[in-house]
């Protein structure tokens, strides 16, 4: 169980971890934390956002739209690989999810199938939406590979988890399928390699 890091800690630690990041509007304060609490934290949950071109996928993600006002993540990872703040706090990401799953990620064991969404995810995870239209056909360039596990490990390393922390939406949600095009096996074990 963790408080979460302040949007300031969250900036260095991106930093600190040598990603490129870039700070959209008033990011630091844009949240939903009028709708529910926030913490505390226990993991990082990765999305894709079916979506083409940077900048729409960001105005969407920090935005929303009418049926799910954003914030829909904390940062969103572009195809070049560049991390842009766009809220802190409470996001609309991570939706409701399976309490099992969620006692696998905070013992950081396997995790079991998801079969329920009884348990609001939103309250404790961290989100990244990163660029890729999810149809599996869709490339994954090596660079935002990269990135999606330095801005998962930048997380785990602040909050002292392992690569157990960091799941994707498709392992919280029935019925999700993302991110598509690469397993979270791999990405995890990409986050385990930058946390050794």
Known sequence: MS???????????????GLSVVQVGEWSTHNRNHKGPWGPVHGVMIH?????GTANTVRLCRDGHANLPGPLCHGVIAKDGKVHLVG?????????????VLRAVIAEKAL???????????????GFECENLGDGEDPWPAVQLEAIAKAAAAVCRVHDWTHRSVIGHLEWQPGKVDPRGFTMASMRERVADLLR
Do not use: I, Q, W
């Open 88 to 100: 802190f706090g409470r996001a609309n990401h991570a939706g409701a999810g399976d309490d099992d």
């Open 3 to 17: 408080t979460p890091m302040s949007a300031k800690r969250f900036l260095d630690a991106l930093r600190d971890e």
């Open 112 to 126: 079991p199938r998801d079969d329920e969404a009884s348990t609001d995810g939103n309250r404790h995870f961290y």
């Open 48 to 52: 894709h956002t079916v979506t083409r």
